[in-house]
């Protein structure tokens, strides 16, 4: 990410130097999609104020309904970063930020209701499908029955 580093030298004649990138992947571990735009003041002689945003967006795997969704992200940044020779690269920093961006449990909407195990439908709050969820109750009856076959029959001895 050469576009988001800062050189000693630009800010020989100018005191706040500007960075701006657009369609930035870096590899946080799941594809994402980043536009960043940065400001730098000179704070000392070897310290520059880095601030600006990071937005764009995050494709993640809705953990209820298990389809990948794009997960907005948008990002204030604001730090202190020391000279590393005659440039600071703000490649790792923007990294990290956008790292922690990534839900513990991602949502492709708040009201999913993940998938319907009969019609494999995916159900929302207000739009889902009439099934009922016969999984549990079908495994109930049939214990159900099975007890009263055998307690029949032990009776019958
Ligand atoms: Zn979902
Ligand atoms: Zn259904």
Known sequence: MINLTFFLHE?????????????LRPDIGCECELSVKLKAIKASDITIYVSGTVEG?????CSRCLFLYRH??????????KFNGDRVSMADEIRELAILEIPMKPLCSED???ICPVCGRQNKKDDACACQEPSKNLQADFIKRKWEDLFNKTKRR
């Open 11 to 23: 800010f020989s004649d100018n005191n706040e130097v500007y960075k701006k990138a657009d369609g």
């Open 57 to 61: 967006f995050l494709t993640l795997e």
């Open 72 to 81: 907005p992200i948008s990002i204030n940044v604001a730090c202190e970063m």
């Open 112 to 114: 999913c209701l993940g």
